[in-house]
């Protein structure tokens, strides 16, 4: 069974940095795409960051050039690397990983960003 395990959340100030990580139980390379999406409160789950097993990515427009996603295969891991955090980063941050048609989360990781 697939698992995917977050960690690295934490209260932060407001242009603070943070790394998220997320450790599968399989290779990472057995997916063909991974990545963040984020969900706030009362808010819908929305994409972040996504890499696909050739490692081409994808940012949402209100990370671009704060946020970095990356991999190390050796390591089962991927990494959400974000800096210069404001407030409205404030979410539970969530590891996704697609192999064809089928889909897993992992169970979130919370990120809090004070003013």
């Known amino acids: 069974q697939v698992q995917l395990v977050e960690s690295g959340g934490d209260l932060v100030q407001t242009g603070g940095s943070l790394r998220l990580s997320c450790t599968a139980s399989?290779?990472?390379?057995?997916?063909?795409?991974m990545g963040w999406f984020r969900q706030a409160p009362g808010g819908q789950r929305e994409l972040v960051a996504t890499?696909?097993?050739?490692?081409?990515?994808n940012y949402a427009d209100s990370v671009k050039d704060r946020f970095a996603i990356s991999r190390d295969g050796s390591k089962k891991t991927v990494y959400l690397q974000m800096n210069n955090l404001k407030p409205e980063d404030t979410a539970v941050y969530y590891c996704?990983?697609?192999?064809?048609?089928?889909?897993?989360w992992g169970q979130g990781t919370q990120v809090t960003v004070s003013s």
């Open positions: 996704k990983a697609e192999i064809l048609t089928r889909v897993y």
């Open positions: 399989i290779n990472i390379f057995e997916f063909n795409r």
């Open positions: 890499m696909n097993v050739g490692g081409r990515t």
